[in-house]
C-alpha cells in the first residue's frame, strides 16, 4: 500500500483540474480516489448476495448505485483513497 500512497501522492502535485480515478489492484482489490477540490463525485455501496457474500461497488453517481440494487455507503471524501 504504501507504493500505491506514494505514486497518488505524485498524481496529486501533478495532475491539476478534476477528476475521480478507480482502479483495480491485484492483491487489494477496488481502490478509488478523487481529486482535492472535489470537483468531480465518488461514491461507494455495496450490496449483499442471497448466499450472504458482499460485493462493494464505486461509482461517479449514486444513481448508478441504486440502480443496481447497491446501498450507498458514503462519498469519497475529497482528496481521499
Not at 478523487?34 to 461507494?44: E, F, M, T
Not at 446501498?71 to 469519497?76: S, T, W
Request: hydrophobic letters at 40%; charged letters at 20%.
Amino acid at each position: 500500500m504504501h507504493i500505491i500512497s506514494n505514486a497518488l501522492a505524485k498524481i496529486y502535485e501533478l495532475v491539476e483540474g478534476s477528476f475521480s480515478c478507480v482502479i483495480m489492484v491485484s492483491g487489494l482489490g477496488l481502490l478509488g480516489f478523487r481529486d482535492s477540490h472535489g470537483i468531480k463525485p465518488l461514491v461507494y455501496g455495496e450490496r449483499q448476495n442471497a448466499d450472504g457474500s458482499i460485493d462493494y461497488m464505486l461509482a461517479s453517481e449514486s444513481v448508478v448505485l441504486n440502480k443496481l440494487d447497491f446501498r450507498n455507503i458514503r462519498d469519497i471524501e475529497p482528496g481521499k483513497l
